[in-house]
């Protein structure tokens, strides 16, 4: 605390102007060591994500048959060829985790995208036209918070069929709420202020009153809430891969490799703890890094 | 006080409805019509087939069909699974006590860790104690639950040997269902041997299930109780010389919990929706690992039913927490 009150000491006496908000937002997200963290393991998946073609040291489809259930190389029996070990159908687990990788990723993407954009446009309408509008699409979001995540993405998921294209529309579909809250609750905040008001009266129509004048001030939340969201997606969507319900063998995305590996959990335990290491620190570092960005751009929480 | 409990009841009857259309709609959605569905592939001749919609309703508007639906739940008919041919009410009753105390134990584990971790963690703020807290929930929020179970079943089930795999209870013992939850049926009966092996086997999915709960209830009891120590009556009774332990028990915890209640209140969808995960993984015959079942055997209408009652219960418990929350906290009662 009394560091930061000399800082502004500080750049009050030798600098006039404010810092600029960026600066300002590095200033605060970097005293969090963990939201750092976070994103630096991100980008590091991130780069093994892209360049998994490179740096696999196999094709993550080969079976290697006269590898199979290799044990990873600090094992007796393992093998550098195979540094962490084969499946039970002699394929290369690092090669597969590092393709799982890159639909990990996309996963996240793909989801936050889409259910970002429907909610959004559902919350600017229901926050901007209010009425008829409001009630109902609030209304229906209400519905869909109403079913636990998982079942309703279950639920998706077993009607659409199973599949990674399906899963991920599934899962899309379940969070699509959050931001749709999110969005109406900073429109209403921001929509009776008096710039808002200017704008209005200057003859801006609704479109621009809304994408151009509002929601610029809306992002903040909604940025911490699309970080979080990339870790329910892929927690999610691995959780139905598991079920049988997503990605189908032999796609090496995280959660189906766990399951289609489950009988061999006992002799050969690192079929199953790798894939779930992966999602498990995958999905830490999403939320370490929303947790610092909340931090950071929330000024009630700043210290 | 019956005004506001009526408010809050007229205002669960459109989700309620809403829900029913969704189940309705979703299961329209399915490619092929009920009747494909149970014939397969050996075909049906066109007058049966005719016959057959017609007695299903299949013939009428959308509309009528729904309006009928809507009737026959209200009525307590939830249809018949087309596997068993029982009605899917009766299977969801059978079931559903088994979820109901695996998600009860996994609650009151969340909570009784919880809890104390959380207040700790605020008192002793900046501790290595709060860090190795803040980073265990952080952890533990993040956790693959599937994957979770199998670690823990791999170590205590299969390597020490401790508890069992899967399943409520060994099978050489028998015990008549009273209540359903086998913990007190057991006991009921006086069977103690019974009741250790049911208690051994609800001891590691209550800890996977629970796991994600107590990651949020810790996290959420410390930075209330963090909120509230700041308060300037904390300070007012501190200065008033008491000791420290009344402070933080009497006077800052009883208003931290508020919002904490309503976090464990919460957390009931997502325990239901946990306990499809820990059901398929410890084979526990709830309503979770049937309605997995129910999707893998393509029987629509247990799919459909189990959903809606699922939702429901959900539905009703979110309204016993919002209406109690009226009777514990007056300033809710007659905010509206």
């Known amino acids: 605390m009394s560091a930061e009150t000399s800082t502004n000491a500080e750049s009050a006496v030798t600098v006039s102007r404010p810092p600029h908000p960026l600066t300002e937002f590095w200033y605060h997200f970097k005293q969090n060591k963990g939201a750092l963290g976070g994103l630096v393991v991100i980008a590091l998946i991130a780069l093994i994500a892209i360049f998994a073609g490179v740096i696999a040291p196999h094709h993550p489809d080969i079976q290697y048959r006269d590898a199979i259930l290799t044990p990873p190389v600090w094992q007796e029996g393992g093998s550098w060829s195979y540094i962490l070990g084969t499946d039970d159908i002699g394929r290369d687990m690092m090669s597969r985790l590092m393709y799982g990788a890159r639909l990990s990723m996309m996963i996240g993407l793909i989801v936050v995208t889409l259910s970002l954009a429907v909610g959004l446009g559902l919350g600017l309408v229901a926050g901007f036209f209010g009425g008829m509008a409001d009630v109902l699409i609030m209304r229906a979001m209400d519905i869909l918070l109403a079913l636990p995540s998982l079942l309703l993405a279950v639920v998706v998921a077993a009607i659409l069929g199973p599949g990674l294209v399906n899963a991920m529309l599934a899962v899309s579909v379940v969070v699509i709420p959050h931001y749709a809250r999110l969005t109406r609750a900073a429109v209403l905040a921001e929509v009776n202020k008096d710039y808002v008001v200017a704008s209005r009266v200057a003859g801006a129509g609704p479109l621009r009153l809304m994408l151009i004048v509002v929601l610029p001030n809306c992002v903040a939340p909604l940025i911490v809430q699309a970080t979080l969201g990339f870790s329910t997606a892929i927690l999610d969507a691995a959780a139905l891969g598991f079920l049988g319900l997503g990605a189908q063998p032999p796609t090496p995305e995280w959660g189906t490799m766990l399951a289609s590996s489950l009988q061999f959990l006992q002799r050969a335990p690192w079929v199953v703890t790798w894939p779930g290491i992966a999602i498990l620190v995958t999905v830490l570092a999403f939320n370490l890094l929303g947790d610092g960005l909340r931090d950071a751009l929330d000024p009630k929480l700043k210290r | ?336």
């Not at chain 2, 359903?180 to 041997?193: K, N, S, V």
């Not at chain 2, 208690?199 to 209550?206: A, M």
């Not at chain 2, 809606?308 to 809710?332: C, E, H, K, M, Q």
């Open chain 2, 1 to 336: 006080m019956l005004r506001f409990i009526l408010t809050r009841v007229s205002l669960v009857i459109p989700t309620f409805l809403g829900i029913t259309f969704l189940t309705f709609i979703l299961i329209r959605l399915v490619p092929g019509d009920p009747i494909e569905v149970r014939v397969g592939e050996r075909g049906i001749a066109p007058e049966r087939l005719a016959a057959l919609r017609h007695e299903l309703g299949l013939d009428q508007s959308l509309w009528q069909q729904f309006l009928d639906y809507v009737g026959n739940v209200l009525s307590g008919d939830f249809g018949l699974s087309l596997v068993t041919h029982n009605s899917v009410l009766s299977e969801f009753i059978t079931l559903f006590p088994a979820t109901l105390e695996l998600a009860l134990c996994a609650m009151l584990f969340a909570t009784l860790v919880g809890l104390p971790a959380g207040i700790l963690a605020a008192v002793k703020r900046g501790s290595l104690f709060d860090h190795g807290v803040m980073g265990a929930s952080l952890t533990g929020y993040s956790m693959p639950i599937f994957w979770w179970g199998l670690l823990l079943i791999l170590f205590f089930s299969v390597a020490l040997g401790w508890t069992p795999v899967s399943g409520r209870l060994d099978l050489v013992y028998y015990v008549e269902p009273v209540t359903g939850f086998m913990l007190i049926d057991t006991l009921m009966a006086g069977d103690y041997e019974a009741f250790r092996s049911a208690l051994s086997h609800l001891i590691l999915p209550t800890i996977v299930l629970g796991t994600v709960p107590l990651a949020v209830v810790a996290r959420m009891t410390r930075s209330a109780m963090l909120e509230v120590l700041g308060e300037d009556y904390i300070r007012t009774a501190r200065a008033k010389g008491l000791d420290s332990g009344r402070v933080i028990g009497m006077h800052a915890l009883r208003n931290a919990l508020i919002p904490v209640v309503t976090v464990i209140g919460l957390q009931v969808g997502t325990l239901l929706g946990g306990a499809i995960l820990t059901e398929t993984i410890f084979s526990w015959p709830g309503v979770g690992k049937w309605l997995i079942e129910s999707i893998n055997r393509r029987d629509y209408p247990a799919l459909q039913g189990g959903v809606l009652l699922i939702a429901t219960s959900v539905i009703l418990v979110n309204l016993l927490v919002d209406v109690l929350y009226g009777v514990l906290n007056p300033r809710i009662r007659h905010a509206r």
